[in-house]
């Protein structure tokens, strides 16, 4: 698997911020958009999550039970794929925006795997070693309600997506909530992502890039209108 091609320079006078750009959040929410608009931007490369690369995922959707494990040792073995490239970029000084952490991988595998599986995915990834994947120096973390999410999910249409069920959204988001609750790895920019539009709308972009640029503490959070 190779990562996405470094971008060509469209404004250099616009240096990145940070130099590894995290953008996450639950599905449906917008982070691969938004991490593209970042790299374009900024002229950073981008590591894109590959989910179709994953040939468990669409059986996991249809029967979580029994192929819930699969696709987590799968995603696992991305992931130090993926690591390699990270650390490949920052040697070579090249600007970063990837549309994940590695260490998310951990939210979907307590979500969904029974005490005895969740032991066994443990020891797996550590021998796998995504832990040692590399901290982005920011995470910009966008929220949205699970009622917004489901809406989102059906207008795309994707037919493997189309089968998650409002219990599941439910309980991701509430898992996404709690990790970056706890999450210390790198500054977080928690977003509510619900009545922002950055792809089609140029101020909200705007507003979004201002409050990445002028971030300071460890954990802010940004609400259209107003910020915390």
Request: hydrophobic share 45%.
């Amino acid at each position: 698997m190779t990562s996405s091609p470094p971008l060509t320079v469209t404004a250099p006078h616009l240096r990145p911020p940070y130099p590894y750009i995290a953008v996450e959040g639950p599905i449906g929410v917008g982070k691969t958009s938004f991490a593209r608009l970042l790299g374009e931007r900024w002229s950073m490369q981008m590591l894109l999550e590959r989910p179709d690369d994953n040939p468990f995922l669409e059986r996991f959707y249809r029967d979580s039970a029994r192929y819930a494990l699969a696709t987590q040792l799968q995603f696992a073995l991305q992931r130090a794929q993926e690591a390699q490239q990270v650390i490949a970029a920052r040697a070579a000084g090249i600007p970063l925006v990837a549309d994940f952490i590695a260490q998310k991988n951990d939210i979907f595998a307590r979500l969904t795997l029974p005490d005895d599986e969740w032991q066994l995915y443990r020891a797996l990834a550590a021998r796998i070693d995504t832990a040692a994947a590399p901290q982005p120096d920011l995470v910009v973390y966008l929220q949205a309600s699970p009622e917004v999410l489901f809406a989102r999910i059906q207008k795309r249409a994707r037919p493997s997506e189309l089968q998650i069920s409002d219990a599941y959204l439910r309980a991701l988001c509430n898992a996404y909530n709690e990790f970056f609750y706890h999450y210390d790895g790198a500054p977080v920019l928690t977003v509510n992502a619900e009545h922002l539009n950055p792809l089609e709308s140029a101020e909200d972009l705007a507003l979004l890039v201002e409050r990445i640029e002028t971030m300071r503490g460890r954990k802010e959070f940004f609400v259209k209108g107003t910020s915390l």
